[in-house]
């Protein structure tokens, strides 16, 4: 079974530093791996999708690598502002029992970024 | 804004109460999904639908009953809820499950925060 752990569970950084969130998971045998960006009350907006085939995938500040084959992926925030603040979650893709493949997405329980100004 | 949209976007409602939850999604997909968000606890995906026919019930308890008429609409009929029910249900679709092309991104909404009493 598919877990996913993200680390920190919170962190608080003064505006403008440069972070680093993390993510591992427990089996390699993914499709796609997704950061996402929640904020309180609200859905899920997705940031960055990365392939199992590429290692790392970029928007504006934000970069997000993968290394399939130690079960692990980072999401880089570059020149964090407050607007950043929010929870970001980790989800892998995976496929379903008996090998069908399926849209089932396994979740992180986040990491929760305050920027103070 | 989201092209995936639900209703109601927060519900209280008694044990004895019988209540639905509507998901749209205006995106042209063919997959939607149910996730229920709990305090504290990662994301847990409920069901999947594609082209309408249900892929995946992740033993979900049945006073929680999926249905999904067509590709644009979701909804989960709620009854005789216990209070550790309470939490955000969210809606998501993507283009579909199904075969090679499992690379699809999901698409959330924005969630139903619902309150069992």
């Known amino acids: 079974k598919q877990e996913v752990t993200q680390i920190p569970a919170a962190l608080s950084v003064p505006e403008g530093e440069n972070l680093v969130l993390n993510c591992s998971f427990t089996d390699s045998a993914i499709y796609n791996l997704q950061w996402f960006r929640q904020d309180p009350g609200k859905g899920l907006t997705s940031l960055l999708l990365i392939q199992s085939s590429q290692r790392e995938q970029t928007s504006g500040r934000l970069n997000a690598s993968l290394d399939k084959s130690s079960g692990r992926s980072t999401l880089y925030i570059a020149a964090s502002q407050p607007g950043d603040s929010a929870t970001y979650l980790c989800a892998v893709k995976t496929s379903g029992a008996g090998g069908t493949s399926y849209g089932k997405l396994t979740f992180g329980q986040g990491t929760i970024l305050t920027v103070h100004p | 804004e989201t092209g995936v949209t639900q209703t109601p976007r927060h519900l209280v409602m008694g044990m004895t109460n019988k209540k639905s939850l509507k998901c749209e999604q205006h995106l042209g997909h063919n997959a939607m999904y149910w996730y229920k968000q709990s305090a504290k606890k990662p994301l847990e995906l409920m069901f999947v639908y594609n082209f309408k026919e249900q892929t995946e019930n992740n033993s979900v308890p049945s006073r929680f009953s999926p249905e999904c008429p067509n590709s644009s609409h979701l909804f989960l009929h709620l009854h005789t809820l216990q209070p550790e029910d309470s939490a955000l249900y969210l809606c998501?679709?993507?283009?579909?499950?199904?075969?090679?092309?499992?690379?699809?991104?999901?698409?959330f909404g924005p969630g139903t925060r619902l309150t069992v009493t």
């Open positions: 998501a679709s993507s283009l579909r499950t199904s075969g090679n092309l499992n690379s699809y991104e999901q698409y």
